[in-house]
């Protein structure tokens, strides 16, 4: 049996378990093949550049707590 790295929950419900036999076969995919299998996931779309405007930087390590 496969070593389970996370199981994620969607947004429908549905769970996914992600294994190290999900990293082995998108190892051999193409990049395009990845860019197109995860635009046609619902849940894992872009950000668009209004969204990507409202995000704040953070940065753990800072010594800076302000």
Known sequence: ???IL???KKTD???V????EVFKESDKMTEEEVRA?????PDAQPST???L???KRVNPDS????
Do not use: C, N, P, W
């Not at 378990?17 to 190290?20: G, I, K, L, R, W």
């Not at 299998?37 to 996931?41: E, K, M």
């Not at 010594?63 to 302000?66: A, G, P, R, W």
């Open 1 to 3: 049996m496969a070593k």
């Open 6 to 8: 996370g199981t994620f």
């Open 13 to 15: 419900g549905s769970t």
């Open 17 to 20: 378990t992600v294994t190290e």
């Open 37 to 41: 299998g995860a635009l046609s996931d």
């Open 49 to 51: 550049k209004e969204q």
């Open 53 to 55: 405007k409202k995000f």
């Open 63 to 66: 010594k800076d707590k302000s």
